[in-house]
């Protein structure tokens, strides 16, 4: 498709157990952003990736949160031991090289809810 | 780091105009503005850079204040579908990501 592609949609998970979000970025974009947006809030920065170089993580909440994007394109959030505070859309962007060119282009998210 | 946006919301009339703010506590080298509509993904509108350059394809125009940190988004004769929320974004520290504010809320109705 032509834009950031993000699976799955809706995602409802026990207490404890962990779940793995993916994003399919536009194709040819370098820079791929995970976000986390909480309701009537603005989203919230969580990891960037340069190709497959995880350079920025400053954002994940602690360590049971993990991304990667082992191939440069692909990329999976991963969160273990889920918590009912982890519950939130989280929104993948890409771009074809940082910030500098402008725009990032976000997709339609994953919204995950924990029991 | 998070940017500061005023006002929380605003509501308006077809072709009222409004203003929205967004302020910085530290030095900015460019804005970013989005807008979102309720249940759908953040839409780019505009980038606005320190030297005044501004890359964006909507019909809203933008200032920057650099020496006070501060940028605000025209939206004059609004129309219906300026409805949704707007957020405006700063680079963090390390000039990876953005950092988005809270948001305003822009409702217009006919």
């Known amino acids: 498709g032509a834009g950031v592609s993000q699976s799955p949609r809706y995602k409802v998970t026990k207490r404890g157990q962990d779940v793995a979000l993916r994003c399919d970025p536009i194709s040819g974009h370098v820079s791929l952003y995970w976000y986390r947006q909480a309701l009537g809030q603005g989203p919230e920065f969580l990891t960037y990736f340069n190709y497959e170089a995880q350079q920025d993580k400053s954002g994940l909440p602690n360590d049971r949160f993990s991304a990667e994007r082992p191939e440069g394109s692909i990329s999976t959030l991963t969160i273990q031991r889920t918590e009912q505070r982890d519950s939130a859309m989280y929104r993948c962007?890409?771009?074809?090289?940082?910030?500098?060119?402008?725009?990032?282009?976000f997709g339609e998210g994953s919204r995950l809810t924990v029991l | 780091q998070q940017p500061v946006q005023s006002p929380q919301a605003v509501i308006l009339r077809e072709g009222e105009d409004a203003v929205i703010n967004c302020s910085s506590s530290k030095a900015l080298y460019s804005v970013h503005w989005y807008r979102q509509k309720h249940g759908e993904a953040p839409v780019f509108l505009m980038i606005?850079?320190?030297?005044?350059e501004q890359k964006g394809h909507e019909k809203i125009s933008a200032s920057f204040n650099e020496k006070k940190q501060q940028s605000s988004l025209y939206l004059t004769a609004s129309q219906l579908s300026y409805s949704g929320t707007y957020f405006c974004g700063t680079e963090n520290q390390a000039g990876t990501a953005l950092i988005f504010g809270k948001g305003t809320t822009l409702s217009v109705s006919s």
């Open positions: 962007a890409s771009s074809l090289a940082g910030l500098n060119t402008g725009e990032l282009f």
């Open positions: 606005l850079l320190k030297g005044g």
